[in-house]
């Protein structure tokens, strides 16, 4: 994230692609969620909470980034979408992407993050205010509070805080326990750590109003309460669970009565790596001894007394602390994916629902029937669908801008929580899918666009707007109300400077299931009669319409395009349900170009390497192919692109892709666009001498499919002033419009011919406000 108007202090060069505006939960300066996070919130999905001083201050670097990966690998593995929470520069982030993990996790090497609880959030985020840009890792406490202000339910984690030993004399007693009295998060950790006073830890929860269960495994009557390193601590568990459905329901119960506290579901270490009670009360005598005699005290005490621990058992508790906290997490997604099952049962997510209603017939169409109205908005039948050279699968919502209007004399730029502030409110048509769709219509193409809405007021909005915009309201599949499905909207709260306050996204019904669009009968027939040269794909379908759209498209002979849309989402195109798999290589490949900046660039080349893809025979027969030669390889690409792209590994990515994907251009912000692209054997740019300085080589085989690959960064299109950018919402997506619309026509072109112009349509909307600049019209392809 970064504030438009920090950005606007200097002049800068226009990428091919500005950032896209950040949907979902309330965002500011100092707390930032993820887009996934916020989507998996919003649509009701699993989420589990994280925390991070388990990578800032209990694993040394680079275990710690491995037990990272380990742990967001086993919430995704069981159906969940991870939240790992920590404090990056003086920024309190829910979600940290696979690079801000690294980052933090890499703290423990220098020992320079600090450690987050409640108390410091304040302090770590004010500091990062005046320019102090501070790193930290989330305690429990600091996780929960972090967490529910996400909207997030399920924290996995090794052990809880508690009271220490002699606490009753030295209050030293964590916040953590203060936390689950006040903060509404179900923690699911092995107890509390076994050095700690566990019966008066027990006692303070209990005053705390807190309910503490733990998971039986198959024993049964009552069971005792774990000890972190063991599965008995000698004390009898408050309460006993069976299984994660009944720790789900337990969960469940509460937010509904509401009771505004957590719920402590302890997890006992695996049996196989728990540690003989005899033997760890030994070693914590001792360790406790040493840290009473070295005078560590306070929150130095748990990182000496853990280290002491390790070092007189043999670092058989370091095996049990990542077995114990392995086990918590996943246990903790199993219990958020019944949670989800719950919540999803009767619809309640906190979600505001617009009212339905009665529909008003259009002119064009017959009243609708009494017990059906899946065709109650203004569409047509597939046989009356026109043909289109592009048509466009992907979202539509209406966005809404509340701009603060502060009265005269009023000297706050800011409007005012818990009441009603003056504003000027206004409405626009976004979605990425309707921003691609309506640039390629402004630059004269012919244009289908597919999405789906639901039987509401937004529904009927966004279906007059696309009226008013002459795009053919054909492919717009409304949902009946019997779906429950509300049409996507996003709400932007702007200061007096028309800086991003808090937004708020409901994009849910783009993730319907294929079966509820009934997809076979409605779209599959219009790509059909349309006749598409191209057709783009947005990333906010589910994977499975996703690869679906791919399959119908490539079926009926057009080539598709992918806009990946976000980190989290440009990853559907890989995986055992989706899109692209290992034998779609070139020349069957599914997808023949995509459009990502170079942060979903490196989201999707994980995503292909994580599910395999790089191990195919056909990839390996394909890189074979290229003729690449290892000798001089990165002097080659520094010289073609950058030393510091070549770093980032930008380049070698986008080719270790082409098998896959045959055309990338990946926005690069002020570093400009890069086209990568496999040529076929006797294409004119491997032979034209204005193209050699752009092959980075050749096929040496003659009966190979491919001629080469062809490697271009094309600078920034233009130097705008502070006062030229009005608007940075919907550019990258004007940029594909452009190229789709270049590349489709009577007029065979390449994508080097394209890219100029593309670029300065991304420029004119850069400088309009309200998405898509109409002035793009003036350009010619």
Request: glycine share 8%.
């Given at each position: 994230?970064f504030?438009l108007r920090?950005?606007r202090?200097?002049p800068?060069?226009i990428p091919?692609?500005?950032?896209?505006?950040?949907?979902?939960?309330?965002q500011?300066?100092?707390?930032?969620?993820?887009?996934?996070?916020?989507?998996?919130v919003?649509?009701?999905?699993?989420?589990?909470?994280l925390?991070?001083?388990?990578?800032?201050?209990?694993?040394?670097?680079?275990?710690s980034?491995?037990?990272?990966?380990?742990l967001?690998?086993v919430?995704r593995?069981n159906g969940?979408?991870?939240?790992t929470?920590?404090?990056?520069?003086?920024?309190a982030?829910v979600?940290?992407?696979?690079?801000e993990l690294?980052?933090l996790?890499s703290?423990?090497?220098?020992?320079?993050?600090?450690?987050?609880?409640?108390?410091?959030?304040?302090y770590?985020?004010?500091?990062g205010?005046?320019?102090k840009?501070?790193?930290?890792?989330?305690t429990?406490?600091?996780?929960?509070?972090?967490a529910h202000?996400?909207?997030?339910?399920?924290?996995?984690?090794?052990?809880?805080?508690?009271v220490?030993r002699?606490?009753?004399?030295?209050?030293?007693?964590?916040a953590?326990?203060?936390?689950?009295?006040?903060t509404p998060?179900?923690?699911?950790?092995s107890g509390?750590?076994?050095?700690?006073?566990?019966?008066r830890t027990?006692?303070?929860l209990?005053?705390?109003g807190v309910?503490v269960?733990?998971f039986a495994?198959?024993?049964?009557?009552?069971?005792?309460f774990?000890a972190?390193?063991?599965r008995?601590?000698g004390l009898?568990?408050?309460?006993t669970?069976?299984n994660?459905?009944?720790?789900?329901?337990i969960?469940?119960?509460q937010?509904?009565?509401?009771?505004?506290?957590?719920?402590?579901?302890?997890?006992?270490?695996?049996?196989?790596?728990?540690?003989?009670k005899?033997?760890?009360?030994?070693?914590i005598?001792?360790?406790?001894?040493?840290?009473?005699?070295?005078g560590?005290?306070?929150?130095?005490?748990?990182p000496?007394?853990?280290?002491?621990i390790k070092?007189?058992?043999?670092?058989?508790s370091?095996?049990a602390?990542?077995?114990?906290?392995?086990?918590?997490?996943?246990?903790a997604?199993?219990v958020?994916?019944?949670?989800?099952?719950?919540?999803?049962a009767?619809?309640?997510?906190?979600?505001?629902?617009?009212?339905?209603?009665p529909e008003?017939?259009?002119?064009?169409q017959?009243?609708?029937?009494?017990?059906?109205?899946?065709?109650?908005?203004a569409?047509?039948s597939?046989?009356?669908?026109?043909?289109?050279?592009?048509?466009v699968a992907?979202?539509?919502?209406i966005?809404?801008?509340?701009?603060y209007?502060p009265?005269?004399g009023?000297?706050?730029?800011?409007?005012?929580?818990?009441?009603?502030n003056?504003?000027?409110?206004?409405?626009?048509?976004?979605?990425?899918g309707?921003?691609v769709?309506?640039?390629s219509?402004?630059?004269?193409r012919?244009?289908?666009?597919?999405?789906?809405?639901?039987?509401?007021?937004?529904?009927?909005?966004?279906?007059?707007?696309?009226?008013?915009?002459?795009?053919?309201?054909?492919?717009?599949?409304?949902?009946?109300?019997s779906s429950?499905?509300?049409?996507?909207?996003?709400?932007?709260?702007?200061d007096a400077?028309?800086?991003l306050?808090?937004?708020?996204?409901?994009?849910?019904?783009m993730?319907q299931?294929?079966?509820?669009?009934?997809?076979?009968?409605?779209w599959?027939?219009?790509?059909a009669q349309?006749?598409?040269?191209?057709?783009?794909?947005?990333?906010?379908w589910?994977p499975?319409?996703?690869a679906?759209?791919?399959?119908?498209?490539?079926?009926?002979?057009?080539?598709v395009?992918?806009?990946?849309?976000?980190?989290?989402?440009?990853?559907?195109?890989?995986?055992?349900a989706?899109?692209?798999?290992?034998?779609d290589t070139v020349?069957?490949?599914?997808?023949g170009?995509a459009?990502?900046?170079?942060?979903?660039?490196?989201?999707?080349?994980?995503a292909?390497?994580e599910?395999?893809?790089?191990e195919?025979?056909n990839?390996?027969?394909?890189?074979?192919a290229m003729?690449?030669?290892a000798?001089?390889?990165?002097d080659?690409l520094?010289?073609m692109?950058s030393?510091?792209?070549?770093?980032?590994g930008i380049?070698?990515?986008?080719?270790?892709?082409?098998?896959?994907?045959p055309?990338?251009?990946?926005?690069?912000?002020?570093?400009?666009?890069l086209v990568?692209?496999?040529?076929?054997?006797?294409?004119r740019?491997?032979?034209a001498?204005e193209s050699?300085?752009?092959i980075v080589?050749?096929?040496?085989s003659?009966?190979?499919?491919?001629g080469?690959?062809?490697?271009?960064?094309?600078?920034?299109?233009a130097?705008?002033s502070?006062e030229?950018i009005?608007?940075?919402?919907g550019?990258?997506?004007?940029?594909?419009?452009?190229?789709?619309?270049?590349l489709s026509?009577?007029?065979?072109?390449t994508?080097?011919?394209v890219?100029?112009?593309?670029?300065?349509a991304s420029?004119?909307?850069?400088?309009?406000?309200?998405?898509?600049?109409?002035?793009?019209?003036?350009l010619?392809l």
């Open positions: 994230m504030s920090a950005a202090r200097f800068k060069r091919l692609g500005a950032p896209r505006r950040l949907h979902g939960l309330a500011s300066k100092f707390f930032n969620v993820s887009e996934e996070v916020r989507d998996a919003a649509v009701g999905k699993p989420v589990v909470a925390e991070s001083t388990i990578y800032t201050h209990g694993f040394p670097y680079p275990e980034v491995a037990l990272a990966n380990l967001e690998s919430v593995a969940g979408v991870p939240a929470i920590g404090i990056l520069d003086g920024v982030r979600g940290l992407s696979a690079e690294i980052r996790a703290t423990a090497e220098h020992k320079s993050a600090l450690k987050v609880s409640r108390r410091d959030l304040g770590i985020c004010g500091l205010l005046t320019g840009r501070l790193q930290g890792g989330t429990v406490s600091g996780t929960m509070i972090l202000l996400a909207g997030i339910k399920i924290f996995g984690t090794g052990g809880l805080g508690g220490h002699g606490g009753e004399s030295s209050m030293d007693i964590s953590d326990l203060t936390e689950l009295g006040r998060v179900a923690v699911v950790s509390c750590k076994s050095f700690l006073d566990i019966p027990l006692e303070y209990e005053t705390e309910c269960g733990t495994d198959g024993r049964e009557g009552a069971v005792e774990p972190f390193f063991t008995e601590s009898k568990s408050p309460k669970i069976q994660e459905a009944e720790a789900a329901a969960v469940y119960a937010s509904q009565l509401p009771v505004a506290s957590g719920i402590l579901l302890a997890n006992p270490v695996p049996v196989e790596h728990s540690v003989p005899d033997e760890m009360d030994a070693i005598v001792e360790a406790l001894r040493l840290a009473d005699v070295e560590y005290q306070g929150s130095d005490n748990t000496f007394v853990l280290g002491k070092e007189l058992s043999g670092s058989k370091v095996a602390n990542r077995a114990l906290v392995e086990a918590n997490v996943e246990r997604t199993r958020a994916v019944e949670l989800s099952k719950l919540e999803q009767d619809g309640t997510r906190n979600e505001r629902h617009m009212p339905v209603l008003t017939p259009q002119a064009d017959a009243p609708p029937e009494a017990e059906s109205r899946s065709n109650t908005t569409q047509v597939p046989a009356q669908s026109p043909q289109a050279d592009v048509l992907g979202s539509l919502a966005d809404l801008s509340c701009d209007a009265l005269a009023e000297t706050s730029t800011t409007p005012s929580s818990h009441t009603s003056p504003a000027v409110i206004t409405q626009s048509l976004g979605g990425v309707y921003n769709a309506i640039a219509h402004y630059l004269g012919s244009v289908l666009f597919c999405s789906v809405i639901g039987d509401d007021l937004s529904g009927r909005a966004a279906l007059s707007a696309l009226q008013k915009e002459q795009l053919p309201t054909t492919g717009i599949r409304a949902l009946p109300p429950g499905a509300r049409t996507a909207q996003y709400i932007a709260v702007n400077r028309k800086d306050v808090v937004a708020m996204a409901d994009m849910g019904i993730e299931p294929e079966q509820a669009l009934d997809f076979d009968t409605f599959e027939p219009m790509v349309a006749k598409p040269q191209w057709v783009v794909v947005d990333a906010n589910s499975a319409v996703l679906k759209w791919v399959q119908v498209a490539k079926a009926h002979g057009a080539r395009a992918f806009e990946p849309v976000s980190n989290a989402k440009s990853r559907r195109l890989f995986g055992a989706a899109a692209i798999k290992p034998t020349p069957n490949h599914a997808v170009l459009a990502p900046n170079q942060f979903e660039l490196t989201a999707m080349y994980a292909a390497r599910n395999g893809l790089f195919s025979d990839w390996w027969h394909v890189i074979d003729g690449m030669s000798a001089g390889s990165r080659r520094v010289a692109t030393a510091a792209l070549v770093d980032q380049p070698q990515q986008s080719i270790q892709l082409l098998p896959f994907i055309c990338l251009i990946t926005k690069l912000g002020a570093q400009g666009v990568t692209q496999l040529l076929r054997p006797g294409d740019r491997l032979t001498p050699a300085p752009y080589c050749r096929s040496l003659e009966t190979s499919p491919i080469g690959v062809y490697l271009r960064l094309f600078p920034p299109a130097l705008l502070d030229d009005v608007s940075v919402n550019a990258g997506d004007t940029l594909l419009g452009a190229v789709v619309a270049g026509g009577d007029v065979a072109r994508v080097e011919e890219i100029p112009q593309a670029q300065e420029v004119r909307t850069l400088r309009s406000a309200g998405g898509v600049s109409r002035e793009i019209k003036g010619q």
